[in-house]
């Protein structure tokens, strides 16, 4: 049986409004073609629905029987429609995203206030986390979308870049010791240091660093929050490494900013996700806003 949408809707019209001429005014069609649609349905159907004079229109028995077997489904099925088309026009929806910190505080705030103002209903969740386990939580379907780094080629992942950032070592301008220009990590291991916690690029990288070093190393002071960090540095607790990107949003008056001459030291920072995974309409539109931010950031030359 060949159903069609088209004279179901037009046999619903029909009995909402008990006219053939004020539903096909409703369908935007001429009424011979309204006519032709209820009689293609009833041949189908091999049953008479509606009792017709020259005025008025009524149900038979069958059309009756058939009105209470159709309507709530075709309801449905044009509320899925409607959902569809909304999740589709970015009308509804939620995004669950993953980013790192230094991302977080200074990208993703413009983006979501662009896509908040595009799309007012979206419902959005952020994750902060650093890139080993932003990662993990795209692996294994826990967020959508990660803003962080690709460290290591992975066939599983898509990498889409989007800017440029490096790390920089930040300190108070009567630090003790005089810094050698260029600056490295090696330059740092005789200093005492203010890291983020395990997992984090900064402390991955001094650690790493640190393997290689000789003499005595210093002490290190691990904190949660970059706030923290300067906090500490004000302090004259030692040399924070920070990411570039982040230090707009950080209070460094005071402070002096020093940016690593190390190759690892620098990092591309773009958009995560699974390669074998569509994305929802959400997460591009947000995508699209997170680009048009992107690319109206100053330049990253210098802290």
């Not at 080993?132 to 066939?155: F, H, K, V």
């Not at 005492?192 to 990288?205: A, E, F, H, I, Y």
Request: hydrophobic letters at 45%; aromatic letters at 4%; glycine letters at 4%.
């Amino acid at each position: 049986m060949n159903i069609k949408y088209r004279p179901l809707k037009a046999f619903l019209l029909a009995v909402e409004t008990s006219s053939f001429t004020h539903a096909a005014e409703r369908m935007c069609i001429t009424q011979p073609s309204f006519t032709a649609l209820i009689r293609d349905l009833e041949e189908t159907l091999g049953v008479r629905l509606f009792d017709r004079t020259t005025r008025t229109i009524s149900l038979t028995a069958a059309g009756e029987d058939f009105l209470g077997r159709i309507q709530h489904p075709l309801d449905s099925l044009e509320e899925a429609y409607r959902n569809m088309h909304e999740l589709a026009t970015v009308k509804r929806g939620s995004i669950v995203l993953g980013a790192l910190p230094s991302v977080a505080i200074r990208l993703i705030p413009p983006a979501l206030r662009r896509l908040k103002e595009r799309h007012p209903a979206l419902k959005i969740r952020v994750v902060e986390a650093y890139n080993d386990e932003l990662i993990m939580l795209l692996r294994t379907n826990q967020i959508e979308l990660a803003l962080g780094a690709m460290l290591n080629p992975a066939a599983d992942l898509h990498f889409q870049p989007l800017l440029q950032d490096a790390f920089v070592a930040v300190h108070a301008p009567d630090h003790p010791a005089s810094l050698p220009d260029p600056l490295r990590w090696q330059d740092l291991m005789r200093h005492d240091v203010v890291l983020t916690t395990q997992g984090s690029t900064p402390r991955m990288l001094f650690d790493s660093e640190r393997r290689h070093a000789t003499g005595s190393i210093a002490s290190i002071y691990e904190v949660t929050h970059m706030t923290t960090a300067i906090g500490m540095v004000r302090q004259g607790l030692g040399i924070a490494v920070l990411p570039r990107l982040a230090l707009p949003e950080l209070d460094l008056r005071t402070l002096r900013c020093r940016e690593l001459a190390d190759a690892n030291a620098q990092r591309t920072l773009g958009m995560l996700r699974r390669a074998d995974r569509s994305m929802p309409p959400a997460a591009e539109a947000f995508m699209m806003q997170m680009e048009i931010v992107a690319a109206t950031l100053d330049s990253p030359s210098s802290p």
